[in-house]
Structures are given as structure tokens and as C-alpha cells.
């Protein structure tokens, strides 16, 4: 059992504050992508929709992608961009936004743009299968842990209220709700030698009776507990080492069986063919995946895909020993067809059935 602790002094008004940003933001990011992209004479726009978790991040890549980019090419390049949990995200595109390049939180997302006809079959071809982060799910307790949280097995308990967002909405939430289920898997495969989906599910809504609200993306659910919240939230790892960085006081709970995140991006290819910036999104995605863009997203707690980063920077994370991925569930195709469609393992849980 891993247990983090973080210690720090912050004060509450600096945690409203905080709120008050991230929800003003969020109103700006809305308004971003039904806006008209206007480019002055001379210059190209590059239109990016992403996932809300990326967007600290981004704040940091994008300036040093078109420095670079000026440098290599002499043309100026702008940017437009929009932020929101990833399911909404995806539907917009889907719905219209004119995205050129988007980062989603999960594979299943980017499905839904390939359904469309938006993004090519194989985007999953690209380097390190389409992946920009990787991270892990986490539980995150207030400084000190008060409650004494130790793996997903205490969030069944009476007294711990929990929080993680909604996945009808939320890349973030499905990746939460796959972590607690595959737990619950694993658990009853060593209870019982094999896999046993009817206590995975009991074990889920067991954890589910005690949620305190379903956000509607990982960023609202994280500002919901820096208000003061629940006990205990279910999230990405990164989310939570981002937000000690910032001198916010958590401890890291990483429980023996937790699954591995991976966050794809592409190229929105009709759009960006239309609107004629192909080769500056296909080298924007690039960039994503190199060393100098890896460093970045490694500094707000995301887990690389490159090697030499991944190499460099692996004494700073914590393998857990009963780590999975996505495979160990079936793949996204079973995953989305036994948990999240209208009769799945999820829906059944919400219903009580």
C-alpha cells in the first residue's frame, strides 16, 4: 500500500478563489467553441478542442509550439481554444465545433469523431497508439487523511463520502468507474481464482452508495472538493500532483489495484482539411509526444509516453503491484458494451437493479 502524503498551508479563501476561476474560465472555454475562428492576413488559426484536465498544461505547450514553429517555418500561427469534460467535448465536435486537433480523455471519445467521419480509422497507428499522457486512478483525502482511506475497499464504509464526476459526461469518470470495477474484479479473482463480474458490480455499488455528487468533469468534481466537499475523491493521479504543486494540501492514497489511464489526441481530419491547417495539426501532435512537451506535462503530474522522458522521470511515480489496463476489462469495445451502454453494469447501478 503506497500512501503520499503532502503536507501544506493554504487558506480557504485561496481554494474560493480558485473555484471562481475555474468557473469563469470554464464559461470562456464555452464561449470559445461556438465562436467564429477569425485569422489576421498572414497567419493561420489552429482550433483546439480538449479535455478540461490538459488545460494547465496546454497554457505552457502552446506558447513554445508556435515559437518553434515561427522559428522553423517563419509563419505566425494562433490559437483558439476550448476546454471541457471530454464526453461533452467529443458530442460538440461531433455537433459542429470546427476543431482541428483535439485531446480526449479516453479512446472511447475519439470513437465517437471516427463514427462521424471526423478522424481516420487508424489515428490509433500513430506513436505510442495515439497516446500523448498516461496517468493513474488515485484517491485523494483531505491533509492527513483523517478518515484513514487506504484503498477503494474504505470507500464502501458508512462514514467516507466520496466524490468522482459524472461518466455520462466525464472521460475521467469512466476511467474512475473502470478503476473501481476492475478493482473489484481483481479482488474476487484472488478470493476465487476467477474473474467475477456480479461481485465487481456489488463492489461498485457498494462505493457508489456513498457519492456525494457526479460532477460533470474532473475538474468541476476536483474544485467541488477543494470547496470542501465529501472525504475522499476519485481522480487521476496528475490531477492531484498538480494541485500539491500549487501548495494545496492532499494525500495521495494509490491503492494496490488501480487501473493505467491513456489519453489519446488527434487530428480532426475533415475539419482541419477544410479549413486548410493539416500540416501545422499534424505537427502540433507530434510536438505533443516530444521530450520538450512530455517535460511539461511530466511538471503538472502526467505520466509520459516517450521513452527518454519515461526513463528520466520514473523514480517520481509509484508503480502499484496490482497495476491493469484496459485489457484486463475486455477492451473499450466490452467495456462500453457491459458497463456503459443503456443497459450496462453503470446504468444498472444508478437504477438500483
Given at each position: 500500500m503506497?500512501?503520499l502524503?503532502?503536507?501544506?498551508v ?6 474560493m ?8 474560465t470554464?464559461c470562456a ?7 467564429e475562428?477569425v485569422?489576421?492576413?498572414g ?8 479535455y478540461?484536465?490538459?488545460?494547465d498544461?496546454?497554457?505552457?505547450i ?5 515559437q518553434?514553429?515561427k522559428e ?5 500561427i494562433?490559437?483558439?481554444e476550448s ?5 461533452t467535448?467529443?458530442r460538440?465536435?461531433?455537433g459542429?465545433?470546427?476543431?482541428d486537433?483535439s485531446?480526449?480523455?479516453?479512446e472511447g471519445d475519439?470513437?465517437k469523431?471516427?463514427r462521424?467521419g ?6 490509433n497507428?500513430?506513436p505510442?497508439?495515439?497516446m500523448i499522457?498516461?496517468s493513474?486512478?488515485v484517491l485523494?483525502t ?5 478518515k ?10 458508512s462514514?467516507?463520502k466520496v466524490l468522482?464526476?459524472?461518466p455520462k459526461?466525464s ?5 474512475d468507474?473502470n478503476?473501481?470495477y476492475?478493482?473489484g474484479l ?9 474473474k467475477?463480474?456480479?461481485a ?8 457508489h452508495r456513498?457519492?456525494?455528487s457526479?460532477d460533470k468533469?474532473g475538474?468541476?468534481s476536483?474544485a467541488?472538493?477543494e ?7 476519485v481522480?487521476?493521479e496528475n490531477?492531484l500532483?498538480?494541485?500539491?504543486a500549487?501548495g ?8 494496490d ?15 482541419a482539411s477544410?479549413r486548410?491547417?493539416?500540416d501545422v495539426a499534424?505537427?502540433?501532435i507530434?510536438y505533443?509526444?516530444?521530450p ?5 506535462f511530466v ?6 509516453v516517450?521513452?527518454s522522458?519515461a526513463?528520466?522521470t ?5 508503480e502499484p ?5 484496459i485489457?484486463y476489462l475486455?477492451?473499450?469495445d466490452h ?8 443497459r450496462?453494469?453503470?446504468?444498472q447501478?444508478?437504477a438500483g437493479?
Amino acid at each position: 500500500m503506497h500512501n503520499l502524503i503532502w503536507r501544506r498551508v493554504a487558506l480557504l479563501s485561496a481554494g474560493m478563489a480558485l473555484l471562481f476561476t475555474i468557473l469563469l474560465t470554464g464559461c470562456a472555454d464555452q464561449e470559445t467553441s461556438s465562436a467564429e475562428v477569425v485569422s489576421r492576413p498572414g497567419e493561420r488559426t489552429l482550433v483546439i478542442g480538449a479535455y478540461s484536465v490538459v488545460k494547465d498544461a496546454m497554457a505552457e505547450i502552446i506558447p513554445n509550439f508556435q515559437q518553434q514553429w515561427k522559428e522553423e517555418t517563419g509563419e505566425t500561427i494562433s490559437f483558439q481554444e476550448s476546454y471541457e469534460a471530454s464526453g461533452t467535448q467529443a458530442r460538440a465536435i461531433v455537433g459542429g465545433f470546427e476543431a482541428d486537433v483535439s485531446l480526449l480523455a479516453l479512446e472511447g471519445d475519439v470513437d465517437k469523431l471516427v463514427r462521424s467521419g471526423l478522424v481516420r480509422e487508424d489515428w490509433n497507428q500513430q506513436p505510442y497508439g495515439g497516446m500523448i499522457t498516461r496517468s493513474i486512478v488515485v484517491l485523494g483525502t483531505r491533509d492527513g487523511n483523517p478518515k484513514g482511506i487506504q484503498d477503494f475497499e474504505d470507500l464502501t464504509r458508512s462514514d467516507v463520502k466520496v466524490l468522482y464526476p459524472n461518466p455520462k459526461t466525464s472521460g475521467g469518470a469512466q476511467w474512475d468507474i473502470n478503476a473501481i470495477y476492475g478493482a473489484g474484479l481483481k479482488r474476487s479473482e484472488e478470493k476465487n481464482g476467477v474473474k467475477d463480474p456480479a461481485a465487481a458490480k456489488a463492489f461498485l455499488e457498494a462505493v457508489h452508495r456513498n457519492v456525494e455528487s457526479l460532477d460533470k468533469s474532473g475538474r468541476a468534481s476536483m474544485a467541488a472538493f477543494e470547496y470542501g466537499v465529501g472525504d475522499v475523491i476519485v481522480t487521476y493521479e496528475n490531477e492531484l500532483l498538480a494541485r500539491i504543486a500549487q501548495g494545496v494540501a492532499y494525500d495521495i492514497v494509490i491503492p494496490d489495484d488501480t487501473i493505467l489511464i491513456e489519453n489519446p489526441a488527434v487530428v480532426v481530419d475533415r475539419y482541419a482539411s477544410e479549413r486548410g491547417t493539416t500540416d501545422v495539426a499534424e505537427a502540433f501532435i507530434a510536438y505533443l509526444r516530444s521530450p520538450e512537451a512530455q517535460d511539461i506535462f511530466v511538471k503538472y503530474g502526467f505520466r509520459p509516453v516517450e521513452e527518454s522522458v519515461a526513463e528520466r522521470t520514473k523514480g517520481m511515480f509509484t508503480e502499484p503491484p496490482g497495476l491493469f489496463d484496459i485489457e484486463y476489462l475486455g477492451g473499450w469495445d466490452h467495456v462500453r458494451e457491459t458497463l456503459y451502454s443503456k443497459r450496462g453494469i453503470w446504468y444498472q447501478v444508478l437504477a438500483g437493479i
